[in-house]
């Protein structure tokens, strides 16, 4: 049987912190996106009392079966040649709760950078065979080991395998987590052809948000540990 804990949530942007507090949850932390903040992030949820760590979010899909709004649960987390396993009963009891979302358990696979194209994401499924890509789970995973607590990952496939992603979108991501539009529209203006491609990342975006701030009301709430 495993035990009701308080975890400490890690994700990368604002907007997926937003999708936890809202619905209460305390021990958020979101210093902006990438492993440096993810880990510094980690370890003062850690140092704040936290008995368990979750990297909470969206994801860059890998699979091509998994399109945009697909609810992902890690089962283990690779960075280079590591392969780190999520918390097995913490997971199960996350699938139970998150039944009516249909998710997935599979792989997450670290990059230190946004995978922004279609060739990029084929190669790394390819290497990897994860469902999807990150920038933080990894750093989350490596601090809960350290710290000898459970970890999950709970993400949400943003942009699916099969679509790259316009420069503009990736402009619009700032250090600190928060999305900046005029940057977004200033490399519009720029590159005026992307129009579409960021009209349909928006779309996959935003019923991607729209889960995985349904999937915050359920897990942002409790959780069971080992």
């Given at each position: 049987m495993g035990h009701v804990?308080?975890?400490?949530?890690?994700?990368?942007?604002?907007?997926?912190?937003?999708?936890?507090?809202?619905?209460?949850c305390r021990?958020?932390?979101?210093?902006?996106?990438?492993?440096?903040?993810?880990?510094?992030?980690?370890?003062?949820?850690?140092?704040?009392?936290?008995?368990g760590l979750v990297s909470f979010g969206l994801a860059g899909g890998l699979d091509p079966r998994l399109p945009s709004g697909?609810?992902?649960?890690?089962?283990?987390?690779?960075?280079?040649?590591?392969?780190?396993?999520?918390?097995?009963?913490?997971?199960?009891?996350?699938?139970?709760q998150l039944t009516s979302f249909?998710?997935?358990?599979?792989?997450?696979?670290?990059?230190?950078?946004?995978v922004a194209t279609v060739t990029g994401k084929q190669a790394l499924f390819a290497a990897s065979g994860a469902a999807a890509v990150d920038m933080e789970s990894a750093a989350v995973a490596q601090v809960a080991a350290?710290?000898?607590?459970?970890?999950?990952?709970v993400r949400v496939i943003a942009d699916p395998a099969l679509r790259d992603l316009p420069g503009a979108a990736l402009a619009g991501m700032g250090e600190d987590g928060r999305v900046r539009p005029m940057a977004v529209l200033a490399a519009l203006l720029?590159?005026?052809?992307?129009?579409?491609?960021?009209?349909?990342?928006?779309l996959d975006s935003a019923r991607a948000t729209a889960v995985l701030r349904r999937v915050g009301g359920v897990v942002g709430?409790?959780?069971?540990?080992?």
């Open positions: 804990i308080e975890p400490g949530f890690v994700t990368g942007l604002v907007m997926e912190a937003e999708c936890l507090t809202d619905v209460g021990r958020v932390g979101c210093v902006g996106p990438g492993f440096a903040h993810a880990g510094r992030c980690a370890r003062r949820l850690v140092e704040d009392g936290a008995r697909t609810v992902l649960l890690a089962d283990r987390v690779i960075a280079g040649a590591v392969s780190l396993d999520t918390a097995v009963i913490w997971r199960d009891s996350l699938e139970r249909h998710p997935v358990v599979g792989a997450v696979v670290d990059s230190s950078q946004v350290a710290a000898g607590l459970p970890f999950v990952a720029r590159h005026p052809f992307e129009l579409p491609d960021l009209l349909r990342l928006s709430v409790g959780a069971t540990g080992r």
